[in-house]
């Protein structure tokens, strides 16, 4: 009898506990304090949240706790995260993590690098602070600094663990490490676009840093990206991400996903984003805050105008889907508003692309159609668009085909390019379909993001020879539909 209560006792307790890492977020601070005592030695989370009270970890940062462990266990050897500034990457990474690493095995020797010398000790002089206090030894009581070797740059345990600040284009001579950190390795815009700073970074991290791994060491580079050849880049250019048989095992978490949600919504509302969004640049969101650079050098358009259009506004759709294969299906939806008698602007309510069998394609464009009130979905035909008409209209869509063109890029410089300037995005637009708009040129290989905005561009009648005749027939232009 008492073994039973016992047992039940315990299948209790653990219910609990495990309630409370579900709800972690509602524990009082005296109680994560508890917790991470009695759970923080193995748990990255719950240690952070014990050395700091207010510390907070949503879906973003648990991702990035995973990855961390796991190079902790020795599962992860090479580590990259992309994500926007301000999102405690640096926190949870180069300050909580690194402490918490030395806890787990006072002898580890750790190389942590930044864009400078004083940035990098800013990391590791913290996490030696946090080392020395009485609440770090009461979960880690065998991690103690040596008192003759404790600068904020350089200190050693007494277990013969290093921790070492460096700067990206220093010397880290006579040091080795079992974990390189390479937390942001250029300090602002001007470095990221200089090209003698990114090679200066790529050669100190293939001649310095590189060298002074042990054998099986790891390397985390939590960086937010800037231009396609900085130091992300290149190394998932040369040696590839795992997923694809390479190197690297890359955490890209990007400030708006493909559906247009913010990366982390408590923090940064959708209207903050795109406030901040209209502020910084397409450019530099894309980069900074997308985790996806888009180079000026090759550019045809400029930043995006971001403007809402009228709920009463009539629309339309355009797309020429692809089914199967590497090729995207795009879909751009939209209207026109008359401005004056001499100017009109469209307005791109939607942008979409994804890659599916027929049946998705079906599905979605029927979504969408619905979503935004479409008075008409316009396709580029040929035998299977065809087909498609048909089978759309049984689900009541309006369908109307166009005769596919062969020029796809004089359609997009002629109705895009010609018309920039009287184009306004939605924010409800997505961003993977704007970065394929915006990283568009001649040779690009895809073109279907950039083609589907043309054709619908052509549907709405901008762009035609005279403004008188481009807008006579405006007010009767959708009853034709």
Request: a neutral charge; glycine letters at 8%; charged letters at 25%.
């Amino acid at each position: 009898m008492q073994m039973l209560m016992h047992d039940n006792m315990q299948f209790v307790l653990e219910a609990i506990l495990e309630e409370g890492t579900k709800k972690f977020s509602k524990i009082l601070p005296s109680d994560r304090r508890l917790y991470g005592k009695n759970f923080g030695r193995n748990e990255l989370l719950a240690y952070a949240k014990y050395i700091d009270p207010l510390y907070v970890s949503p879906e973003h940062i648990q991702k990035i706790a995973a990855k961390l462990e796991a190079v902790e266990r020795g599962e992860i050897k090479r580590l990259i995260i992309n994500m926007p500034p301000r999102f405690s990457k640096s926190y949870t990474t180069s300050q909580m993590f690194i402490s918490w690493l030395f806890g787990k095995n006072p002898r580890r020797e750790v190389i942590l690098a930044s864009y400078n010398d004083d940035k990098a000790k800013e990391y590791t002089g913290w996490v030696r602070d946090i080392l020395e206090t009485e609440m770090y030894h009461a979960i880690f009581p065998g991690t103690v600094i040596k008192s003759d070797k404790r600068a904020a740059g350089e200190w050693h345990t007494t277990a013969g663990g290093k921790c070492i600040a460096a700067g990206t284009r220093g010397g880290i001579t006579g040091y080795g490490a079992h974990i390189a950190v390479i937390d942001d390795p250029v300090k602002d815009y001007s470095e990221a676009v200089s090209e003698v700073i990114q090679n200066k970074i790529w050669d100190w991290y293939r001649a310095v840093l590189r060298t002074r791994l042990y054998p099986g060491a790891a390397i985390i580079i939590p960086m937010t990206r800037w231009v396609t050849n900085d130091l992300a880049g290149r190394l998932i250019d040369q040696e590839g991400i795992i997923s694809e048989g390479g190197k690297w095992d890359v955490l890209s978490l990007p400030m708006l996903d493909s559906n247009g949600i913010p990366l982390w919504p408590e923090a940064y509302i959708l209207e903050e984003v795109q406030d901040i969004r209209e502020s910084v640049g397409e450019k530099i969101f894309q980069a900074l805050y997308q985790q996806t650079p888009v180079d000026l050098i090759d550019r045809i358009f400029n930043d995006p105008v971001f403007r809402e259009a009228s709920d009463r506004m009539p629309r339309i759709g355009y797309t020429d889907p692809a089914f199967g294969g590497d090729c995207d299906v795009a879909l751009s939806t939209g209207g026109i508003e008359i401005i004056s008698e001499t100017e009109a602007k469209a307005f791109i309510t939607g942008g979409y692309v994804w890659k599916g069998e027929i049946d998705k394609t079906y599905n979605t464009l029927e979504r969408i159609y619905d979503q935004e009130k479409l008075n008409k979905l316009w396709i580029e035909s040929n035998q299977a668009q065809r087909i498609m008409k048909y089978e759309l209209e049984k689900r009541g869509l309006n369908i109307g085909l166009i005769e596919s063109i062969k020029n796809k890029h004089f359609r997009i410089i002629n109705y895009v390019k010609q018309n920039w300037h009287n184009i306004y995005f939605s924010k409800n637009v997505t961003p993977e379909y704007l970065k394929k708009v915006l990283k568009y040129t001649e040779l690009s290989k895809e073109k279907d993001a950039a083609d589907s905005l043309a054709g619908l561009i052509q549907q709405l009648g901008l762009g035609k020879p005279r403004i008188a005749d481009r807008y006579s027939g405006l007010a009767n232009f959708f009853r034709r539909f």
